[in-house]
């Protein structure tokens, strides 16, 4: 293993997105459900936050997609679930769309994402990632989805990353230690929680910019690639 870079010493950044997750694009899900069972209750409003990265390497809060979900033939909706969230999944003005509409919206955005990037995949971003992804997979599988953009099982949490990097796992609580602006009166939004939940991401992944490229100098020493030199993003060996 080769020695850390001497203090002070300048890194190369690494680029594009797909050179600092291993041609991932990271992108922030949030869902309002009518549950917490993934299998029987109603996904009622899912938001997709996608991050961008800067010349230098600084990630952002990127485009926001949202939409109201129809709930499928025979969801479950608990009244606590609804007095949470504040949604009326039946109300006449509510634009709420089929999930299979829906997703097929989100992901063709995140494709167009993922091109744009040099990403080969995307990764679910979440706090309290499982909650969201075991919702997203649930719908994809009863939409029979054949172009699931996301990888099916791995995630980031936010509120893992959260808890270690300033000692908070609620999502309120992060935010406004961090310095983020907070609103209870929007919370329980998809779309407000989820671009909470992008800002706190990029926080504690740019304040680890230089662990991260202390770790890719290492990782090019090692000869290890996270992408061909035409830039399209391969699998490391």
């Known amino acids: 293993m080769s020695e850390p870079p001497a203090s002070g010493e300048t890194l190369t950044p690494p680029g594009p997105m797909a050179g600092r997750f291993r041609g991932f694009l990271p992108v922030v899900v949030d869902v309002e459900t009518g549950g ?28 926001t997609h949202c939409y109201h979900v129809q709930p499928f033939a025979g969801a479950r909706i608990e009244p606590a679930a609804l007095q949470v969230n504040g949604i009326d999944p039946f109300h006449p003005l509510r ?70 990097a300033l000692g908070q796992t609620v999502l309120a609580k992060a935010a406004m230690v961090a310095g983020l602006d907070w609103d209870p009166a929007s919370a329980h939004s998809a779309s407000y929680d989820a671009e909470r939940t992008a800002e706190l991401f990029c926080l504690v992944c740019n304040r680890l910019r230089e662990s991260f490229l202390e770790a890719h100098e290492r990782a090019l020493a090692l000869g290890w690639r996270t992408q061909s030199s035409e830039g399209e993003p391969v699998e490391e060996s």
Do not use: W, Y
């Not at 917490?36 to 809060?61: H, K, S, Y």
């Open 36 to 63: 917490f069972n993934a299998g029987t209750d109603a996904l009622l409003e899912i938001a997709a936050v996608l991050i961008d990265i800067e010349a230098d390497g600084t990630l952002r809060r990127g485009a």
């Open 95 to 164: 634009p709420a769309l089929p999930e299979r509409d829906a997703l097929q919206r989100i992901f063709r955005d995140i494709r167009h994402a993922m091109r744009d990037q040099g990403c080969r995949r995307a990764i679910l971003v979440g706090h309290n990632a499982a909650f969201d992804l075991g919702f997203l997979n649930a719908a994809v599988r009863r939409t029979d989805i054949k172009r699931n953009p996301f990888h099916p099982f791995s995630c980031f949490d936010t509120a893992t990353l959260a808890g270690a």
